[in-house]
């Protein structure tokens, strides 16, 4: 029985644990689910089983540095791996994931998808060539989706690399008849705006900032009952959860990092509970501060 009602069963069994087993089992990452993150994933899943046409519809998933977009795309991905295909000429790929080149070339698309897929680079080869290999190629793993991570990256190029490469977003979608979903800040949104036919298709779904709300106080508790501390340390408290997303400027990853560093801190002291002072003490430097520092050198 869990001696522990602050912790779940899996976080009260890490307390067995020696402080620097603990210490490394909070330093790994972790999913913590909630309203908004579930409405995307199942929209996800829709758009992978969508009924196959030559215009599909596309995703743009939206949000701040570090609010959230890589973690959720990460547990969508878990949930569609790769898998054999013993009666077939290769694995069947579900969902294939790739960043954005650093800027907007053409061939390094292809490169990138390449990479991932483990196919050899030719020398030589045209662009032509690469795009036919491509779809070749993705024809072969009965790929279900696209996913373009770091979507803003188009916006480091000329206006005519711009176009050129949300013209290779639309001819794979088309071509193959897959959904495209990209993934980005709200300079992504931009991005795809370059290109008015492609962008009525990318329906936008935005990880927005958290605020001190209701849902707040439901995720910071459930931060709570996996940082495996002794004592409870009421996150959702409305003082420690204004604190909490002030300090944090309002995005998950950056209230992950906090929480973190301030759990490692209360089992170094012995305290074995978050605390406001605990907050202030662990180390952590804000968004803000963070910023203040850089412009002072």
């Given at each position: 029985?869990?001696?522990?009602?602050?912790?779940?069963?899996t976080?009260?069994?890490?307390?067995?644990?020696?402080?620097a087993?603990?210490?490394?089992?909070?330093?790994?990452?972790?999913?913590?689910?909630?309203?908004?993150?579930?409405?995307?994933?199942?929209?996800?899943?829709?758009?992978?089983?969508h009924?196959?046409?030559?215009?599909?519809?596309?995703?743009?998933?939206?949000?701040?540095?570090?609010?959230?977009?890589?973690?959720?795309?990460?547990?969508f991905r878990?949930?569609?791996?790769?898998?054999?295909?013993?009666?077939?000429?290769?694995?069947?790929?579900p969902?294939?994931?790739?960043?954005?080149?650093?800027?907007?070339?053409?061939?390094?698309?292809?490169?990138?998808?390449?990479?991932?897929?483990?196919?050899?680079?030719?020398?030589?080869?045209?662009?032509?060539?690469?795009?036919?290999?491509?779809?070749?190629?993705?024809?072969r793993?009965?790929?279900?989706m696209i996913?373009?991570?770091?979507?803003?990256?188009?916006l480091?190029?000329s206006y005519?690399?711009?176009?050129?490469f949300?013209?290779?977003?639309?001819?794979?979608?088309?071509?193959?008849?897959?959904?495209?979903?990209?993934?980005?800040?709200?300079?992504?949104?931009r991005?795809?705006?370059?290109?008015p036919?492609?962008?009525?298709?990318?329906?936008?779904?935005?990880?927005?900032k958290?605020?001190?709300?209701s849902?707040?106080?439901?995720?910071?508790?459930?931060?709570?009952?996996?940082?495996?501390l002794?004592?409870?340390?009421?996150?959702?408290?409305p003082?420690?959860?204004?604190?909490?997303?002030d300090?944090?400027?309002?995005?998950?990853?950056?209230?992950s990092?906090?929480?973190?560093?301030?759990?490692?801190?209360?089992?170094?002291?012995?305290?074995?509970?978050?605390?406001?002072?605990?907050?202030?003490?662990?180390?952590?430097?804000?968004?803000?501060?963070?910023?203040?520092?850089?412009?002072?050198?």
């Open positions: 029985m869990n001696s522990y009602p602050h912790l779940s069963d976080a009260a069994n890490k307390l067995s644990l020696s402080n087993e603990r210490i490394q089992h909070i330093k790994k990452p972790r999913w913590i689910g909630y309203d908004r993150a579930r409405e995307i994933i199942t929209k996800l899943e829709d758009l992978l089983v009924p196959r046409q030559p215009r599909m519809p596309n995703m743009l998933i939206i949000g701040e540095t570090n609010n959230g977009k890589t973690v959720l795309v990460s547990k878990e949930k569609h791996p790769a898998e054999e295909n013993p009666n077939g000429e290769a694995v069947n790929i969902v294939l994931y790739i960043q954005a080149p650093p800027s907007p070339d053409e061939g390094a698309i292809y490169s990138a998808i390449f990479n991932r897929l483990f196919e050899n680079p030719r020398r030589g080869e045209s662009i032509t060539s690469k795009r036919d290999r491509v779809v070749a190629v993705l024809r793993v009965n790929l279900g996913m373009v991570d770091e979507l803003q990256h188009l480091a190029g005519v690399k711009q176009r050129n949300l013209n290779v977003l639309k001819y794979m979608g088309n071509e193959l008849c897959v959904p495209i979903v990209g993934i980005g800040t709200t300079e992504a949104i991005a795809i705006q370059t290109d036919q492609l962008s009525n298709r990318f329906t936008p779904e935005v990880l927005p958290w605020t001190k709300n849902e707040l106080a439901r995720l910071l508790a459930s931060f709570e009952r996996v940082l495996p002794q004592r409870p340390s009421q996150l959702s408290d003082a420690m959860a204004t604190r909490i997303v300090l944090a400027n309002g995005t998950i990853g950056e209230m990092t906090l929480l973190n560093t301030a759990a490692i801190y209360a089992i170094k002291t012995g305290e074995e509970m978050i605390t406001l002072e605990t907050l202030e003490a662990c180390g952590y430097i804000s968004p803000d501060r963070r910023k203040q520092v850089a412009t002072t050198l």
